[in-house]
Structures are given as C-alpha cells and as structure tokens.
C-alpha cells in the first residue's frame, strides 16, 4: 500500500463519518425537542447507559453534560442488573445508547427501567428494536454502515452517538443560557476558571518577596535581587513602598560606572512602582502589566504592607494568558 492509498483512507473514513453526520442532522425530529424539554424540567438526573463501545461514549457524554451544568451519572448496562441499578431514582431521564437496541443486556436494562417512574430515551439506529420500541423517545441515529471494512468495527455509528450528546449539550447550555461563568465553576482548574476566579495571592510565591531599604548601600539591592527568582526588588521607605530596582538597572549602573561602595538605593531606583492587592483578579494584574509594559507588579494586602511580586511569567504559566 503507497503513502497516497493511506492518506485516501483517511479521507474516505471522514468523508463517511462527516456524510452520516449530516444525514442524521436533516433527520432530526420533534423528539429530539421532548428529551431537551423532559431535561430541562426534570427534577431528577440524567442517567446514560450502554454496553461495549457504547459505554465509552456514554462515560464521554455524561462528562460533557456535567460540565454543562446538567447533573448526569454513567450506569453500565451490564453491571446495572447486579446491583447497580440502584442510582436510578424517581424523575430520572435514562438514555440508553444501543446501536442495534437489541442486544440481550439491552433488552434486560429496559424490561427492568419501564418498571420505575422515570423517562426512557433510547439512542439507536433502529427504529424497529426492542428498545426503540420501549422508549418515551428515539434519539434517532440511522447508519448505513460503518467506516471500517466489512463493516464490524463500531466506528460511524459510535461517532453518531457522541454527536447526539454533543447536541444535547450544547443545545441544553442555549435553552438554560449557560455562560462562561457557569461553565468555569464546573472548570474551576481549567485555564477559563483560572481567568474567572483565581486571583493574586494565588500566584504569588509569598517566600520570595526581596526587600531593601531607600536608603541602604547598592550592594543590598544587588543582594535581593541575587537571591529572588524574578529579577527585581522592591525599595521601601518606613514601611512605605517608594520603588523598585531592577536587574536592568544594575546593568545600567555597571554601564555608567557607579560607584558601588558610596552609591544608595535611592539613587538608581525607578519610583513609582506599579502596585496590585493580592484580593484582585489576576486578569485585572495581566491588564495593567500590559497597559503600563511591565514585567512585574509589586502586590499588597488591604492595608497596603508588601507581600511579594508577580511576574508576567507566573501568568504565563498557569494559563491566564
């Protein structure tokens, strides 16, 4: 086989998958309108629920509801009968995926759900099987066959059913207007939670915070700065911040041939430093290093006493950026 023989098998599995897709999309029906609704107005839970490869695809749908603000547990078809059965309560809505709805698991998880008050919806690509047939509603999936070669492995058909849970989803965060706030509380270590909630304290390394006097000698700043990992110390005067020195400024000293045993803080430092309090949003310390092009902000308590520095660098690496 030639390297253009394997790109065209690439190709063609997309081409097929995408052609299914659309199929399914055109054929949507009200149904799918009645199981965004009974969700919506549910009082209970989502419960989704497959054997085999459609297992792995609920385990992925129910991931993305619960991150979308949709309360939602995975049950095993197989394991539901020995015992497992019991998360579903009353007002749940079950959506069991089974490409063929008739295998015997299937067929014993429905017998077993019709019994209890909540509402089935069956994911299928036949209309005509036991659980079709079962169900308060049909998620519809038709697949004419499947990508790979003689048609065994799932491979459309499981594609198919991670779209169907990908438009209950999205469609969902549309009806109940899910925000990025609502999704950064489900996300709260992603780098969107990050930009919404983590503030400066929560980046700024509280042992590194180099200090000098205004009026101590040169060679304590170079000291503060030698021992801080960011490059910079802060100058303050009875407790009062007046400024920073930077390496930067170091270099410009050596440049200038400053006499390093009679020159004072005071005399090279850059004053007016920029200062955040640690309680601020830490997007908020990204926009003023970049509105006033700095490297680091000096950050503060409440009451204004030093507490450390914050680097772009710190920013950059947790993600804010």
Same mark, same amino acid.
């Given at each position: 086989m030639n390297d253009e023989q394997i790109i065209n098998l690439g190709k063609e599995t997309f081409y097929n998958e995408a052609k299914a897709l659309k199929s399914i999309a055109d054929q949507l029906s009200n149904d799918f309108i009645s199981v965004i609704r009974t969700i919506n107005k549910s009082k209970g839970k989502v419960v989704v629920s497959g054997i085999g490869k459609s297992a792995h695809i609920a385990n992925k749908i129910v991931a993305t509801l619960n991150s979308t603000g949709i309360f939602s547990q995975f049950l095993h078809a197989a394991e539901a009968i020995h015992g497992d059965l019991g998360l579903i309560q009353e007002d749940d809505v079950v959506i069991v995926l089974s490409k063929s709805g008739n295998t015997p698991e299937i067929k014993n998880l429905v017998t077993l759900l019709k019994s209890r008050p909540i509402t089935l919806v069956g994911l299928t690509s036949h209309t005509k099987s036991f659980l079709a047939k079962q169900a308060n509603y049909i998620l519809h999936v038709p697949i004419e066959k499947e990508a790979g070669p003689n048609n065994l492995a799932p491979t459309t058909s499981t594609t198919a059913q991670l779209a169907m849970g990908d438009a209950l989803a999205v469609t969902l965060m549309h009806v109940n207007n899910f925000t990025d706030a609502d999704f950064a509380k489900s996300h709260p270590g992603g780098s969107l939670g990050k930009r919404l909630y983590?503030? #400066?304290? @929560?980046? +700024?390394? =509280?042992? =590194?915070?180099?200090?000098?006097?205004?009026? @101590? *000698? $040169?060679? /304590?700043? %170079?000291?503060?700065? !030698?021992? !801080?990992?960011?490059?910079?110390?802060? #100058?303050? @005067? =009875?407790? %009062?911040?007046?400024? +920073?020195?930077?390496?930067?400024?170091?270099?410009?000293?050596?440049? *200038?041939? +400053? @006499?390093?045993?009679?020159?004072? +803080?005071? /005399? $090279?430092? !850059? /004053?007016n430093p920029k200062i955040i309090e640690k309680d601020a949003l830490a997007t908020q310390a990204l926009e003023m290093i970049e509105l006033h092009k700095v490297g680091q902000l000096l950050v503060v308590d409440s009451s204004q006493n030093y507490v450390g520095i914050l680097d772009f660098q710190d920013l950059l690496k947790e993600g804010i950026i």
């Open positions: 983590w503030r #400066v304290e @929560d980046l +700024v390394d =509280q042992d =590194q915070k180099p200090l000098v006097n205004i009026n @101590d *000698n $040169i060679r /304590e700043a %170079i000291v503060a700065i !030698s021992k !801080s990992r960011n490059g910079i110390t802060a #100058v303050e @005067d =009875q407790g %009062i911040l007046k400024g +920073v020195i930077t390496d930067g400024d170091l270099r410009r000293m050596l440049f *200038n041939e +400053v @006499d390093f045993k009679t020159t004072l +803080v005071k /005399e $090279i430092m !850059s /004053e």
